[in-house]
């Protein structure tokens, strides 16, 4: 195949499972507050003292910086989300809805850097094997541009039910798949030979909740997922090196290219329209959201429990709904 070496048809089997695994386990995480707590509190706490030190140390694919930084940075994000859903107060905090916007930027920082690392290395480095080139550039600026085009944190509310979901409703669909395919490009450009799985499964795993389960809330699924996938991957390394259902990436500088400047293109095209969406609407986007004047934000808004009128930047004042 042109992305990856042959599939069998039972490492298919494995990627529905594992992408089912994430989306369900994500489900309880954010449903009930307890599983929350013991899945990224407890269980982080057990795993760095007796289980990570010796799976994820010195020469296996999961011991490099990059991967301690990136469970820590996603288990921050999970703990911050959920102080922001739990406690009202953070909520109508305009300083801590920062933290959403802040933390996801450092993680797309992190992954950036590392694509430029990469980009200089060629054969195995950290278990895993690299092959380097021009498309780790085109890459890296393709996720800077996406930290960029962050925009609308200030409209972030919390859902009027029983998850209390965390929903950023000017986080639209046109960014979630400039970030999927600038996402799974960096996968497949660092850890190509992770990317069936961290990539491909991982990124739709946290996609669906966000247009089918519970939309406006991508980036606390994204958080939840990540966290969930990065204790797994670190815990059991070999599930995705050597274990019967690993797939191995083709290491074709073609495919390489390919994937990395689909992702500039259009994380580009995203950048256009925002500037223009700015420019037309005379928005600006450091205070206000961009998006109100689309369908599917007013969608978030009454799918999340307000009424779609109280105008934007103010939701967290809106009249309460009844959604079935």
């Not at 599939?7 to 594992?18: K, T």
């Not at 386990?25 to 760095?48: D, S």
């Not at 059991?236 to 500039?264: G, M, Q, R, W, Y």
């Not at 969406?277 to 959201?289: A, C, K, S, V, Y």
């Amino acid at each position: 195949m042109f992305l990856f070496e042959t599939i069998p048809w039972y490492s298919w089997v494995m990627w529905l499972v594992v992408t089912a695994a994430l989306i369900a386990f994500n489900e309880v995480t954010r449903r009930w507050k307890w599983a929350g707590l013991g899945f990224f509190v407890a269980l982080p706490i057990i795993l760095t003292i007796f289980v990570w030190p010796t799976t994820a140390g010195a020469g296996s694919s999961t011991g490099s910086w990059f991967h301690w930084v990136k469970v820590y940075s996603a288990l921050a994000g999970c703990l911050g989300f959920m102080a922001i859903r739990y406690i009202p107060r953070l909520s109508r905090n305009k300083w801590v809805l920062l933290f959403p916007p802040a933390i996801l930027a450092i993680n797309i920082l992190e992954a950036v850097i590392r694509d430029f690392q990469v980009a200089g290395l060629q054969g195995m480095h950290d278990g895993v094997f690299m092959v380097g080139g021009s498309w780790n550039y085109m890459n890296g600026i393709a996720g800077i541009i996406n930290i960029l085009t962050i925009c609308g944190w200030m409209g972030i509310v919390i859902s009027r039910d029983s998850s209390k979901d965390m929903v950023w409703p000017d986080m639209l669909w046109f960014w979630i798949i400039a970030y999927d395919i600038w996402n799974f490009a960096y996968v497949y450009n660092a850890v190509g030979d992770h990317s069936f799985y961290a990539g491909a499964a991982l990124l739709v795993s946290c996609t669906i909740p966000a247009f089918f389960l519970k939309r406006g809330a991508w980036l606390q699924h994204r958080a939840h997922t990540l966290a969930l996938w990065m204790m797994f991957t670190m815990s059991v390394p070999a599930f995705v090196t050597s274990s019967a259902f690993a797939v191995e990436s083709s290491h074709n500088p073609a495919a390489l290219f390919t994937v990395s400047a689909l992702s500039l293109a259009i994380n580009l095209a995203v950048l256009v329209y925002q500037v223009h969406t700015i420019r037309t609407r005379r928005r600006n986007p450091l205070t206000q959201e961009l998006y109100v004047h689309l369908p599917k934000y007013r969608q978030t808004l009454i799918e999340a429990g307000y009424t779609d009128d109280a105008g934007p930047s103010s939701a967290d004042k809106a009249t309460p709904v009844s959604v079935s």
